[in-house]
């Protein structure tokens, strides 16, 4: 997985793996959340959003299972 730079206010970068749908969000907080099951189209709209903090907020969060990978230091 490579991970995607974004200009956001609540995320320092996002990251997809195709195989598994699962896209991994790095906010900035330093935490790192994997979110399951969610569809490439979805993750490219979450990329071209004005507003990535509101995307997530309308179309990821609490939609799809997630598990926090890393805690902030």
Do not use: C
Not at 26 to 54: H, I, M, N, T
Not at 56 to 70: C, D, K, N, P
């Amino acid at each position: 997985m490579r991970w995607t730079p974004v200009e956001s206010s609540a995320f320092w970068a996002a990251g997809y793996v195709e195989d598994t749908s699962w896209l991994y969000l790095l906010f900035r907080s330093g935490e790192v959340y994997r979110y399951f099951d969610v569809p490439d189209w979805q993750y490219q709209q979450f990329l071209s959003a004005d507003s990535k903090g509101r995307y997530f907020g309308r179309h990821i969060r609490g939609r799809f299972r997630y598990e926090r990978v890393r805690r902030s230091r």
